[in-house]
Each structure stands twice: as C-alpha cells, then as structure tokens.
C-alpha cells in the first residue's frame, strides 16, 4: 500500500513569490491535514480537510490556504512568500470514523522543504 | 489553554542505555495520546497510541505509560540503539472537538 506522497521535496523561492505543494493520502484516507514545522518550533497545524472541506484550521494568515480534491488529493498555497515561510511542510492522511470523526493515526509523508530567499 | 509539554527538550545518551521522556498536558476532554517518532527529514511515524483506560503499552523496545488523573505520559526506551536517534512528538487528541494539540518534541540523540 503506498504511503502519502508529496510533491515537490525540495524548492527554493524568493520572498513575493508564491508556492503551491501537493500531497497525495493513502488510498481510502478521507481526511488530509498540513503542518509546518520549524526548528525549535514543532509541528504547527495548518489546516485540515474531509470530502473537499476544510474542516479545522490553525492560526496562520490568510496567506496559507488550501484544498482538496475529489478523489482526497489536497494543495496548499503560499502567497507573498516571507523569509519567516522557510519551512518543512508536512502532510498527513487518516481514516475517518463513522459520522466523521478522526480517531485514527496521522500518516505522515516525506514533507516538502521550502525554503525562501 | 489546552497544551502539551514534552521534557527533556533534548538528550544525549550512550548506546544501550534506557531513557525515559515525559509529556504533560491540560487538554479537555482527553481522548487519546499518541507518541511519534521522526527521524531526521522524515515524516513522523506513530510508536503508540494510548486512551484514557490504558496504563502501559509496549512496541519493542518502546514502553508509554499514561496516568490520566495527573494527565501525564512517558516514554522509556529499553536498551537504546542508534537508530533511536530521532525526534519524539506527543500528540493529545481533544475529545468532542477532533483536535490534536502537539507537543514540541523532545530531541534524542544515542552516541555509541
């Protein structure tokens, strides 16, 4: 069974720019959620979502956004990129529960290494 | 506040020894605790979940324990290899509101 799959690994962009990262769940995992992750900092939720809505999301700006397909495959996108947005974004994918609720282990991907300059 | 607090923030020791890594959290309602393991530029990788009736629970050479009336877990790792070199995450799920609150981590690192 194959694991979550993110693309790209690694990417540079420079500050104003915007970037946009993929992940792809294991299949049969409805629910997909983002973190970022930074030295000293830990994982910080981002967003999370189920049947193509965003169901929970963290304290970040308005900058971060995301979505998710049809078939459970989600983006996220940067906008006005910041030094601050250099990052390990990390991916993750659950099953859910009847009724919607996500009990259930984070499976997490590679992430994708974004650094800005 | 619903918050988890992970100690040592890092540690160091030598091969073959145990070690034991705290989590405290004030999260309510509590539903389950999880421990993470992430190695260096990898994802997390889930070691063991624990719910509110469950003391211990042993993976391995890995053993959490959890006291819900202190709401407190640790976990002692047996005989350490070093591979055990890694980062370990405690994640709290919030029951009723389907969040998860995450610890800092605490950094191991096994010298031989």
């Known amino acids: 069974k194959a694991g979550v799959t993110q693309t790209p690994r690694y990417l540079i962009k420079t500050r104003g720019q915007q970037v946009t990262l993929s992940c792809s769940p294991i299949s049969g995992h409805r629910s997909v959620s983002w973190y970022q992750q930074t030295p000293g900092q830990g994982l910080q939720f981002l967003f999370e979502y189920f049947s193509e809505t965003q169901r929970n999301k963290g304290n970040f700006p308005g900058r971060f956004s995301g979505r998710q397909f049809s078939n459970s495959r989600s983006e996220m996108n940067v906008s006005t990129l910041e030094l601050g947005d250099s990052a390990l974004y990390l991916c993750?994918?659950?099953?859910?529960?009847?009724?919607?609720?996500?009990?259930?282990?984070?499976?997490f991907g590679e992430g994708s290494r974004l650094t800005v300059l | 506040k619903n918050q988890v607090e992970q100690s040592p923030q890092s540690l160091i020791i030598l091969e073959g020894k145990n070690c034991t890594l705290q989590c405290n959290y004030t999260v309510s309602p509590f539903s389950n605790l999880r421990w993470y393991k992430q190695d260096t530029g990898r994802g997390p990788v889930s070691l063991t979940i624990?719910?509110?009736?469950?003391n211990t629970k042993s993976n391995g050479r890995y053993t959490a324990t959890l006291d819900a009336d202190t709401k407190q877990s640790s976990l002692h790792i047996t005989a350490s290899q070093l591979s055990d070199s890694a980062s370990y995450i405690c994640v709290v799920r919030q029951g009723g509101y389907n969040k998860l609150i995450f610890g800092a981590g605490t950094r191991l690192a096994v010298h031989p």
């Open positions: 624990m719910t509110f009736s469950e």
């Open positions: 993750a994918s659950s099953l859910v529960g009847a009724g919607g609720s996500n009990t259930g282990e984070l499976f």
